[in-house]
């Protein structure tokens, strides 16, 4: 299974801090996408990038993509309590037929 | 407004009653999916589908059946549901870019 891995499981930090959050996954891609799940709720896409790119930015956050090491990075900065929620990354195949998200991490952002 | 609605959101059966899943986009996607997601597990895709009438299993098919008669609806059929599909089940739609709009979600218990 090309099922990708979040880094770490669980994160807690105080508001204001940077939050950063790490993806490995095991085969090719073409791209790969960060999404966001409050509890409980159906997911919201936050970012992709291309596997021909190395970093990319959105407001307060910034992914960057190695795919030497077949691994990207999410960081949010300035982090606020409303984002508070979980993280998952997905990629798909080479005939982007099929997604596959990781297992997710947990973040916390404490007032 | 563009969505994805999924109906029942919450749902106990008993074993082997068979249910249906709706699943239901206004964003005219070709391609729809489902996924199941279950603690420490992720989510794990079930069936996609690439256009009317064209269906393909994911990772995890077992005990599921799907139908894509329309471009906008993509049920979940579980014929003869069992415990072990006590989970939350997503379904989504890719837009353009690469980008999965997700449902709500469903909440199934199978006892």
């Known amino acids: 299974s090309q099922q990708g891995e979040e880094d770490p499981q669980a994160l807690s930090i105080q508001e204001g801090e940077n939050a950063t959050m790490n993806c490995s996954y095991k085969?090719?891609?073409?791209?790969l996408q960060w999404y966001r799940q409050n509890s409980g709720r159906g997911l919201v896409h936050l970012i992709l990038?291309?596997?021909?790119?190395r970093e990319k930015h959105s407001g307060r956050l910034r992914v960057t993509l190695d795919t030497s090491k077949k691994s990207s990075s999410l960081l949010i900065t300035a982090s606020r309590a409303a984002d508070t929620a979980s993280y998952f990354c997905?990629?798909?195949?080479?005939?982007?037929?099929?997604?596959?998200f990781g297992t997710g991490t947990s973040l916390t952002v404490i007032p | 407004e563009a969505q994805v609605t999924q109906n029942p959101r919450y749902l106990i059966t008993v074993t082997g009653k068979k249910l249906t899943v709706t699943c239901s986009q206004n964003m005219n996607h070709e391609y729809m999916s489902w996924y199941r997601q279950d603690p420490g597990l992720g989510l794990r895709q079930i069936y996609y589908s690439m256009n009317v009438e064209v269906t393909d299993k994911g990772d995890v098919p077992e005990g599921y059946k799907v139908s894509r008669k329309e471009k906008r609806n993509f049920p979940l059929i579980l014929e003869s549901p069992s415990p072990n599909q006590t989970s939350l089940y997503f379904c989504a739609s890719r837009g353009s870019g690469n980008t999965i709009y997700f449902g709500e979600g469903s909440w199934l218990t199978v006892v």
């Open positions: 997905a990629t798909d195949e080479d005939t982007g037929n099929q997604f596959y």
């Open positions: 990038i291309r596997s021909n790119e």
């Open positions: 085969t090719s891609i073409n791209n």
